[in-house]
């Protein structure tokens, strides 16, 4: 009863927010108040789009920072999120890592394999969580397939792993400029669709193997509206091959509609989810697929922000390769540079093992 009362008297983890150019940082400016966290913090230097944001969520400007250092130094946080460009996570980590402060950046981890190789070097130096968000680590479907495929072992040996993720296009959904600006340039976001969609899928096939690196990797890549987008793919299917499985990564900015859902297969069954709840299911023995509901996850699984808090506070740990660990997103990188690489040359990019 004592350590109870004592879990629930702590103090909420002091967050600081960097950047607000990625929209999905509505996710933790509109989250509602559960008493884990605490937004101390905002460093950004576009003030009108400070102001926009703090009147939509109710939050004062009081707290907006123009840039980095100032806000580390006045507000002191425990961890950062960031929500800027993706080149910009570097600089996020480079920053806070000396100084001890956590780091949860938005998907992916980093714009290109250097980088993610010096954000791990300054996280395991200065012994901070370095974690990265994805919405569909939050979907409870798709812990029930890795509950299914590999804890239970229910479907048998992984043969293939199939993964949509897209929606119509940034631009023709809405996503404003100061998202769009960068989004769309390859050299702050390291690509189109390819990357902006194609990490969901390299971070829940690395979740869904257990950390397996490819054998290699194949990319084809087009621009089939490059009046709205002529820096950068818009449509990007990645070809990865396991010693026994194949993933087919299809991430897209010209689906009719929005979508985020996986099919895997295995040799004695299967297990679709269609999104976050809904789910087709047959089973070795099953004449039908059957249609199930996922449950919701559990917090702190089930939100970013609580999954942040609890691991500041020492309350969890993650497993190996988990969805959010620096080790499974170190592999998503490899897989996206070299999915880049394959669709700009044309040839299939071979793995070499790991020392």
Known sequence: MFAQNANFLKKPVRIGVVGLVHTHVHWILGREKKGD???VGIAEPNRNLAERYTKQHGLSMNIVYTSIDEMLSKTQPDAVTAFNTIFGHLEVV?????LGIHVMVEKPLAVSLDHARKMEALAKK???????????????SN????KLAVKDKKLGDLRKIVVHDG???PIEIGCNPEFTDWLCDPKWNGGGAIIDFGCYGANLTTWLLKGQRPLSVQAVTQQIKPHLYPKVDDEATILITYPKTQAILQASWNW?????????YGSTGFAFADNGQDMRVRLEGEEHPRALKANSLSKPWDDPFSLLAALVNQEITLEPYDLSS???????????????????????VVFKEKN
């Open 37 to 39: 966290i605490e937004i």
């Open 94 to 98: 480079e920053k806070c890592a000396p």
């Open 126 to 140: 200065h012994k901070i969580l370095l974690l990265t968000n994805y919405e569909t680590s939050w979907y409870g």
């Open 143 to 146: 812990h029930e397939i890795l």
């Open 167 to 169: 929606h119509q296009g």
């Open 256 to 264: 009719p509609f929005s979508r985020k859902d996986i099919e895997v």
């Open 326 to 348: 620096l080790e499974n997103n170190m592999i998503v990188v490899e897989i996206l540079e070299a999915a880049v690489k394959s669709a700009k040359t044309s040839k299939v």
